[in-house]
Structure formats: structure tokens, C-alpha cells
């Protein structure tokens, strides 16, 4: 990914995010790490597709058929509204798999405030993956998904997401 993608992608964030995915990939940088790509904005299609991966429907309801293509565990999630961002991160050229090296690239986007459970257990665990702390707020996907077709624009529904959740405000766009 040249400098050039990497703001473009970066751009695709609320200014919030934007500030701190940036800081996150210096950080990762400075620790020994090479941030290979961010996978920032993402339509509401494109993660209906990525998300039908390995599954199929069933009487009225989506199921797993091969758990060995299942990419995500979150059908909406907060990439279409500008609050998520995907790493690929390497140590010297390499895709990181150590669940320890994985940790520190958390770590680091924890300290600046962001939501990872790429530590967890959990069967929607995704290492790669970093969120605006959105449930914190009360304020969930389906919600965003609401106010964006009733707004129209993405800076809209971002406007009106800084009068619901008050750390968004005050970033300049
Ligand atoms: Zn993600």
C-alpha cells in the first residue's frame, strides 16, 4: 500500500477515527512492526457479500455450511459508516500469527482508545480488526444504518452521530 492509498483509505473515516488509526499505524511502526494495508470504508453490499461467505440460507435463516469460509461474524458492523478499520500488519515481511505479536498491535490501538478483541475467544474474535467505541455510547450498526437512510450522506449521519455520542465532537473534519 503506497502513502497515496493510505490516505485515501484513511480519508473514508470519521476525522475522530481518522486521527487515531493514523497514530496507531506510527505507533505499530515505531514498535517493529509494517502496517501492509488498512481496509477502512467498506459499502453495506460489500459486507453483505463478505459476510454470505461459507453460509447459506435455511428455512428463513442464515447458517454456517463451511466454517472454513466464514470471513467475518459481523453482518453489518461499523466499516459501511466510517467507524472501523481492518490492519494487516507484518515483522519483517512476514504475516504476523504469534497471538503475542498480535496483542501489542491491540495494545496499542486500546491506549488510544479504540475497541479490539483480538485476544478474545470469542468465536467473532478478528485480530485485524478496530472499532470508534460505539457500543459504549449505546449507539449500534442498525442504528447507523437507520439515521444514513434517513440522511442520505455519510457526513450527515456523522454530524448526527457527534450530537449523540460527545467524544466525536470537536475533531475538526
Ligand atoms: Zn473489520
New binding site residues.
Partial sequence: MTGCELDAALRTLHPGLRERAAEHIARTERAGFEVREL?AW?SIERREELWRRGRALEAGAWRVRDPALIV?H?RL???PFGF???LDVTREGKPLRSARAWSRVGELGRTLGLDWHGDSSAQWN?R????WPMGAAGVWPKDAAKLFRQHGSLEALWRELERRVPELRGVAA
Fill in positions: 481496509i467498506e467475518t459481523s458492523g461499523w466499516h472501523a478499520y481492518d478478528n485485524h480488526h478496530f472499532q
